[in-house]
């Protein structure tokens, strides 16, 4: 059965430090993958998505993700972290267009100031 | 403007009774889906719909209904036999093959 890992419930770091998120999946076939942003009491928002046609895959808000197929893992990353970037992260997967999407159980970041 | 609209966004209900959550959209998506969302377990699929008068029961249908009379509609609603309804419930839209729109959320809590 298809699964979205994402390791550590809950990340800290400092405002402009190296934000890293890491999201792992389980599939027998490179699948579709995206992640998502959650503020609190709201809805989420798509970060960023692969669909194979490149590995590394830059969304909006200065975040990034890479497609490491080898290592069945597709971690987001953003160089310099933001008071703003405080929020829930979903990593979510689906196998084909017709399959149900399987979200993670979610990564809550912390920006210290 | 685009996108899904959930209403009411506080929902507070006595036990044994039903109550209905509201989503519309106006992307023009044709499928539409319910997730439930618990703190610590990410979002868990209700129904989802991927054309209208037809839907499909996700992971956690019991105790909840849905239809799909219209494209841009999918009201979800939670019965008295859903055990544990308090939760954060959330609609999403997408073009089949796409990435999903959420709307805002709808937070139910029962007294």
């Known amino acids: 059965a298809q699964s979205v890992t994402q390791l550590g419930s809950h990340v800290s770091v400092s405002e402009g430090a190296l934000v890293l998120l890491r999201c792992n999946y389980s599939s027998s076939v490179p699948p579709y993958l995206f992640w998502y942003v959650q503020y609190p009491n709201q809805g989420l928002q798509l970060l960023l998505k692969?669909?194979?046609?490149?590995?590394l895959v830059k969304g909006i808000n200065g975040f990034e993700a890479e497609f490491k197929k080898s290592e069945t893992s597709f971690h987001l990353t953003k160089p310099s972290a933001h008071m703003s970037d405080a929020a829930e992260y979903f990593c979510a997967g689906q196998k084909t267009s017709y399959d149900k999407v399987i979200f993670g159980p979610g990564t809550s970041l912390s920006v210290i100031p | 403007d685009g996108g899904i609209t959930q209403s009411p966004k506080y929902l507070f209900r006595k036990e044994g009774q039903n109550v209905t959550l509201s989503c519309e959209q106006n992307l023009n998506h044709d499928a539409m889906y319910w997730y439930r969302q618990d703190p610590g377990q990410g979002l868990r699929l209700i129904y989802y719909?991927?054309?209208?008068?037809?839907?499909q029961k996700g992971d956690i249908a019991e105790g909840y209904s849905v239809s799909r009379e219209k494209k841009e509609s999918f009201p979800l609603t939670v019965t008295s036999a859903q055990k544990n309804p308090t939760a954060f419930y959330l609609c999403?839209?997408?073009?089949?093959?796409?990435?999903?729109?959420f709307g805002p959320g709808t937070r139910l809590t029962v007294l």
């Open positions: 719909s991927h054309i209208v008068n037809d839907f």
């Open positions: 999403a839209s997408s073009i089949v093959s796409n990435e999903q729109f």
């Open positions: 692969y669909t194979s046609a490149a590995t």
